[in-house]
DNA sequence: AAGTGGCTCAACCGCATGTAG
DNA sequence: CCTACATGCGGTTGAGCCACT
């Protein structure tokens, strides 16, 4: 007994789109109001000899409006892998912190350019402001209660301390390779205020702070994004933590 | 101009997870 | 609690393109 089927698939049709298929999808789908209740029962109702799962996809990847095509930026590049050096191949997780990307686009990328990019034999392959790369981290598990850090073998290596580093790189260097003790303290600016996270958060190019935290699973329970999440402003209400005690938590857990 | 080897990226596959009944 | 089904996700594939010889 295999799998069953998720559709049949000798009366899908299969390969590129064409044109017309996409009209049909992106119409039925705006139509919906963006938003698909049942991907499974989507294509006959749109009149398209496709799988469900392969219409999600060609929605999400391709013909949604917001999707950002074209060259990626440095600062791009720089969120991807300092995600990638500490959660690994989680490739929606990395694309939810760079809006209009999809995960497929972000791990294409990653598997055709930048991880090439990082294995180069310059050692000035990378951006002089990005993270030296570490050793790939083995993908999480995809389970909600996840180990927030990478794997122990992740601290074989860790990257140079470079003066060019801003402070965003640094704190994720110090939270990714735990302190080792080559690295000196971490020094949290003296007039760091809930300013100065928005500026932390700024340099990495992430919205708010749960989104930053959604990478450290185990500080999720201290934190609860307030109603005005997404904003500069945005504070954990169950706590009353301030972004700066947020940090001052984020450097001092486990360190 | 033709051959070929490498690269890119859209699309597919199958497993993990979520959820409704 | 269990089962079946839908959805989400990461890994992989292969057609088409391009640069080089």
């Known amino acids: 007994m295999g799998r069953v089927p998720c559709c049949d698939k000798a009366n899908v049709k299969r390969g590129p789109w064409s044109p017309e298929e996409d009209a049909a999808l992106r119409t039925y789908v705006e139509k919906h109001h963006g938003t ?22 060609r929605w999400l990847n391709y013909l949604r409006p917001d999707i950002k095509h074209g060259c990626f930026t440095e600062e791009e590049d720089n969120i991807i ?8 191949s989680r490739w929606s997780v990395i694309a939810s912190n760079l809006p209009g990307r999809t995960d497929n686009d ?8 930048l991880k090439k990019k990082l294995l ?5 392959s990378f951006t002089s402001s990005a993270p030296a790369p570490a050793p790939a981290p083995v993908a999480a598990p995809r389970v909600k209660t996840e180990p927030a850090h990478a794997p ?37 600016p003296p007039s760091a205020s809930t300013s100065a996270g ?16 959604g990478g450290f699973g185990e500080f999720a329970p201290i934190y609860s994004p307030s109603t005005s999440h997404g904003t500069s402003n945005a504070q954990a209400t169950t706590t009353s933590l301030t ?4 940090l001052g938590g984020l450097m001092n857990l486990e360190y």
């Not at 972000?106 to 350019?113: C, F, H, L, R």
């Not at 301390?161 to 790189?169: M, T």
């Not at 939270?175 to 020094?187: D, G, I, K, Q, T």
Request: glycine share 8%; proline share 7%.
């Open 120 to 124: 180069g034999t310059s050692k000035n």
């Open 198 to 213: 928005d500026a932390f958060l700024s340099e990495l190019g992430i919205g708010s702070f749960g989104e930053l935290l």
């Open 243 to 246: 972004h700066h005690e947020l």
């Open 36 to 57: 698909v209740s049942n991907w499974i029962a989507m294509p006959q109702k749109a009149g398209l000899r496709r799988c469900g799962k392969s219409c999600r996809l």
């Open 106 to 113: 972000v791990k294409n990328y990653w598997n055709t350019k």
């Open 152 to 188: 122990a073998d992740h601290l074989a290596a860790p990257p140079p301390l470079d003066s060019g580093f801003g402070f965003a790189e640094e704190l994720y260097n110090y939270h990714s390779y735990r302190l080792l003790p080559e690295l000196p303290p971490f020094a949290m």
């Open 81 to 88: 892998c300092t995600l990638y050096n500490n959660i690994g």
